[in-house]
């Protein structure tokens, strides 16, 4: 078995599925991956078993009954990663804004260059966003910056989905504690690992908008982020941040 566990949620990823998973494959570094999926009505998850008989004992699916949301897509596959025996825990999107080439990196970054969280970041290195709405690249961006302030991170991509975690990081988080689904759910994880002082590195990244599928990002998604990054910084001030 590998050390390392690529976790990919899906909803409605039929026509990335595959492609993304056949992609991963390739690499020297044998990555295994996890698809959780939401209950795709377009036959995603028909499409991964599919691939699992192409990989045998390398693909993995756990299907759920619904949308669930992203964080606790999320959430269910640390569980399910720290119940075996991987190290490194990398989150990733189906459909290639993520450049399955950058894998390496964030894994190595952890592996052997003593990062405990390795973030594939937009923003590290300028603003590194092809095809998105200058709109949403604006919202994105200062999203961030909002998030610096009020949590006094320093990180540039606080919202980033694309992220390597040592296994002792999920270990020291109460996961069953983590109260966000969206966007909210990505700073959370990086502000407790960062309050747990736990080292965080940021890895430029040039992230690509969606070529294929339709995109899950909804205003109720920035909504929870904003009001949940004060309450997460109440939260540490009052001690209650577990």
């Known amino acids: 078995m590998s050390d390392v566990l690529v976790i990919i949620p899906t909803y409605n990823e039929i026509e ?3 492609n993304i998973l056949e992609t991963v494959m390739k690499y020297p570094d044998n990555f295994d991956v996890l698809v959780i999926d939401d209950n795709s009505p377009d036959g995603t998850a028909e499409a991964v078993k599919v691939m699992m008989h192409q990989f045998p004992g390398r693909i993995f699916l756990e ?33 290639f804004s993520h450049n399955p080439d950058d894998l390496t990196r964030l894994y190595h970054c952890c592996k052997d260059e003593a990062a ?5 970041s937009r923003y590290i290195s300028g603003v ?3 095809n998105w709405p ?14 610096r302030f009020i949590t ?7 919202t980033a989905g694309f992220v ?18 969206g966007y909210a759910f990505q700073i959370e994880m990086k502000f407790k690992a960062y309050c747990k002082k736990f080292k965080v590195v940021e890895l430029p990244i040039i992230f690509i908008n969606r070529q294929l599928g339709t995109s ?27």
């Open 63 to 95: 299907q759920r009954t619904g949308k669930l949301g992203l964080g606790t897509a999320y959430i269910h596959g640390f569980k399910w990663a720290l119940n075996r025996d991987y190290g490194y825990i990398i989150e990733m999107d189906a459909d």
């Open 134 to 147: 200058m709109g949403r690249v604006l919202m994105s961006y200062f999203a961030s910056a909002y998030v």
């Open 16 to 18: 990335n599925i595959s």
């Open 164 to 181: 390597c975690y040592r296994r002792r990081v999920l270990e020291a988080i109460d996961l069953d504690k983590i109260e966000f689904k």
């Open 116 to 120: 405990d969280v390795a973030i594939g």
């Open 152 to 158: 006094r991170m320093k990180l540039r991509d606080a």
């Open 216 to 242: 899950k990002m909804n205003s109720s998604i920035f909504g929870e982020a904003m009001f949940g990054v004060i309450k997460l910084k109440a939260d540490q001030i009052l001690g209650r941040l577990k």
């Open 128 to 130: 590194n966003v092809v």
